[in-house]
Nanobody
Framework: QVQLIESGGGLVQAGGSLRLSCAAS????????MGWFRQAPGKQREFVAA????????LYRDSVKGRFTISRDNAKNTVYLQMSSLRPEDTAVYYC???????????????WGQGTQVTVSS
């Protein structure tokens, strides 16, 4: 059974930092792409970043480039999202997801975590 478990969310002031973690289990993820998505209240879920597990190649949405960094630890089967220079508009529930394609569309992601809340105060 595939499980993706996020952690690390919380409340932070604007300009601060948080690191989200996604612990993956239940299968071998070496051929997968791991993504982070977020959903703010009243808005659609949107792509944030993705990393190809095998090569470390990354994708980011434009608004987080230079502020967020996605990485993975193969030994721990864990993917991270380091978030810096946080803004109130980054407030959302952040989800970890897994896909076989290196894409930004959530429809391609077959496995999802339960989400972790990130709140950035102004």
């Amino acid at each position: 059974q595939v499980q993706l478990i996020e952690s690390g969310g919380g409340l932070v002031q604007a300009g601060g930092s948080l690191r989200l973690s996604c612990a993956a289990s239940g299968r071998t993820f070496s051929s997968y792409v791991m993504g982070w998505f977020r959903q703010a209240p009243g808005k659609q879920r949107e792509f944030v970043a993705a990393i190809r597990w095998s090569t470390g190649s990354t994708l980011y949405r434009d608004s987080v480039k230079g502020r967020f960094t996605i990485s993975r630890d193969n030994a721990k089967n864990t993917v991270y999202l380091q978030m810096s220079s946080l803004r109130p508009e980054d407030t959302a529930v952040y989800y970890c997801a897994a896909a076989l394609a290196f894409v930004t569309s959530e429809r391609s992601y077959a496995y999802w975590g339960q989400g972790t809340q990130v709140t950035v105060s102004s």
